[in-house]
Every structure is written in structure tokens, then in C-alpha cells.
């Protein structure tokens, strides 16, 4: 496992909010961070525990614009990068596909302590490139030429991270 402390950090340096959360907790925590009314897109295949209580969307092939009606996404992540503060996801476990990830407002990502490495080339080593990887450094941002920073152009202008162990 990686620097748990440093990937704290990075995350929330690229305007993510990060949380350390117990699996017991994950449920309640995610409860927190949604309206009372929200909806969330969750892949087929996210455990029912990280759910429970939360109205929940499973994504059957969902298009566009049922992604784009709903309030946020759930997902687990493949590996977390201390040293920039990165989660990779490759369309795994408790990952869904990619458009996921990238037409709701909100990501909420599970990142386990031991997914965590410290390196990037540490993430290489246990990736396989030919899944689609994702690479999420924070919430979707970009500036103009005057460097006004723009955020949820390309993806989420919100993304939670709940660290667990």
C-alpha cells in the first residue's frame, strides 16, 4: 500500500473533498453528501452496503440524458495515486463504463486504503492498459485564455473521495 496521508492530501489539493470513513460507515456518509431527494447512477455490480437507504439508479445502459437527470454517481475506483492525487478506474469492479463518470455532477468515489499506491509507475504496474482507464485528478476544470477557471466542462464539478480503512 501506498501513503494513505499524502493521497489525502493531493485530493484535496485539486479541490476534491476528501473523507476517511470505516465500511461501516460508507452508507450514511454517502447519505450525507446527497439531498434527501437525490438520485444516484450506481454500476450494477456496487456492494448493496454502499448504498442503503439512498435511492439508487442502476445503470442497465442508461443514456445520456437519464445520466444527465440524475443527481450523482457512485463508484469504487482500481487504484488511488498519492503523489498526484489520482484515481484511476478501468471499468471494474463497482466502476460501471466510463460515461459514468463523466455526465453526472457529482462523483462519489469508494477508494479502499490498500488500492492506494504512491507512484504513478506504482499505478502502471498494476493496471491493464488495455482496459479504458479513466484517470480523475478532481472535479472536471479548465480555464479560458484570461485563466478564468471553468469547472464541469468535461466531466463532475463535484467529486466527493471516501477513503475507507
Known sequence: GGDVERFAETVDDY???????????????????????????????????????????????LSVEELDAVDAVITGCRVGIAATGTIVLDAGEAQGRRALTLVPDHHICIVRAEQVVDTVPQAFAVLDATRPLTFISGPSATSDIELNRVEGVHGPRRLDVLIVG
Open 15 to 61: 479541490r476534491a473533498q476528501m473523507y476517511r470513513v470505516a465500511e461501516s460507515e460508507i452508507a450514511a456518509t454517502i447519505r450525507e453528501l446527497l439531498a434527501d431527494d437525490a438520485r444516484a447512477v450506481i454500476p450494477t455490480d456496487v456492494p448493496s452496503e454502499w448504498v442503503d437507504g439512498i435511492t439508487t439508479v442502476p445503470d442497465d445502459g
